[in-house]
Nanobody
Framework: QVQVVESGGGLVQAGGSLRLSCTAS????????MGWFRQAPGKEREGVSC????????VYPISVSGRFTISRDNAKNTLYLQMDNLKPEDTAMYYC????????????????????WGRGTQVTVSS
């Protein structure tokens, strides 16, 4: 049974940093590209980042580029998201997801492209 579990969320002031972690079990971790998504109340889910299986390719939307860094440790079946210079508009539930095939590709920001999801971790940024 596949399990995907996020951790590391919390409350932080604007300008601060947080590091999210995501551990996956029950799958061959390095067969999957991994992504982070977020969803704020009343808003659509947004793709935040994706990293391919070998960790040599990453993608970000403009909204977080230069502030967020995705990484992975395949030996530990763990995905990370380092979030710096956080803004109140980054407040959301953050989700980790696994995408079969190993590549982020052109569909990386579409939730439907992912096979497995965690339950999320809340990030709240105060102004």
């Amino acid at each position: 049974q596949v399990q995907v579990v996020e951790s590391g969320g919390g409350l932080v002031q604007a300008g601060g940093s947080l590091r999210l972690s995501c551990t996956a079990s029950g799958l061959t971790f390095d067969d999957y590209a991994m992504g982070w998504f977020r969803q704020a109340p009343g808003k659509e889910r947004e793709g935040v980042s994706c990293i391919n299986r070998s960790a040599d390719r990453t993608v970000y939307p403009i909204s977080v580029s230069g502030r967020f860094t995705i990484s992975r440790d395949n030996a530990k079946n763990t995905l990370y998201l380092q979030m710096d210079n956080l803004k109140p508009e980054d407040t959301a539930m953050y989700y980790c997801a696994a995408k079969s095939g190993g590549s982020c590709g052109g569909t990386w920001s579409a939730g439907s492209a992912y096979n497995y999801w965690g339950r999320g971790t809340q990030v709240t940024v105060s102004s």
